[in-house]
T-cell receptor, first 114, second 111 residues
Framework: EAGVAQSPRYKIIEKRQSVAFWCNPI?????LYWYQQILGQGPKLLIQ????????DSQLPKDRFSAERLKGVDSTLKIQPAKLEDSAVYLC????????????FGPGTRLTVL | DQQVKQNSPSLSVQEGRISILNCDYT??????FLWYKKYPAEGPTFLIS?????DKNEDGRFTVFLNKSAKHLSLHIVPSQPGDSAVYFC??????????FGQGTRLTINP
């Protein structure tokens, strides 16, 4: 079974630029999560989708971050414009039913904002 | 507001000995706790979990202990192996709410 795929793996941009990350979850997984992990901290949930609907986006900075999951499969997370404090690893995870112990993580995208 | 805390950023243990990783939480509404393991350049992988109705859960070399009165949980790895070297995150949830992660502890197993 293929795991959660993410691209790109690394991205370096300057502040005020835009960036987008892509995630392909495990086939058949209805729930998709985007996390932000800042160096030295644990992952923080940004947004959770159930199929193509948003379940929780309470910690998503909506003035600059947006995410979509068209057709309930792939998802993209966008930052526009980026700030220095957005430097982090962005992790995508998926699960069948939203059970947390069944959550499978991708390798993450490491974003550096200069 | 750090609801889940792992106060030891790093831990070094001799191969074959016991590794004990600790985690404290402040939210009394948390009722489900998990441990994740993370290797460099990979995403976290689920290791073991425990419900608040239990005080111990065991899976092979891994045991998680929960002390609700102290709001403390610990992960014991016995015996420790070189492949256990990784960053370990504890996480907690209240009901079906989102997971809240600790900062992580880097475990190094020395031969």
């Amino acid at each position: 079974e293929a795991g959660v795929a993410q691209s790109p793996r690394y991205k370096i941009i300057e502040k005020r630029q835009s960036v987008a990350f892509w995630c392909n979850p495990i086939s058949g997984h209805a729930t998709l999560y985007w996390y932000q992990q800042i160096l030295g901290q644990g992952p923080k949930l940004l947004i959770q989708f159930q199929n193509n609907g948003v379940v929780d986006d309470s910690q998503l900075p909506k003035d600059r971050f947006s995410a979509e999951r068209l057709k309930g499969v792939d998802s993209t997370l966008k930052i526009q414009p980026a700030k220095l404090e957005d430097s982090a690893v962005y992790l995508c995870a998926s699960s069948w039913s939203g059970s947390y112990n069944e959550q499978f993580f991708g390798p993450g995208t490491r974003l550096t904002v200069l | 507001d750090q609801q889940v805390k792992q106060n030891s950023p790093s831990l070094s243990v001799q191969e074959g000995r016991i590794s004990i990783l600790n985690c404290d939480y402040t939210n009394s509404m948390f009722d489900y706790f998990l441990w994740y393991k993370k290797y460099p350049a990979e995403g976290p992988t689920f290791l073991i979990s425990i419900s608040s109705i239990k005080d111990k859960n065991e899976d092979g070399r891994f045991t998680v202990f929960l002390n609700k009165s102290a709001k403390h949980l610990s992960l014991h790895i016995v015996p420790s192996q070189p492949g256990d070297s990784a960053v370990y995150f504890c996480a907690a949830s209240a009901g079906a709410q989102k997971l809240v992660f600790g900062q992580g502890t880097r475990l190094t197993i020395n031969p």
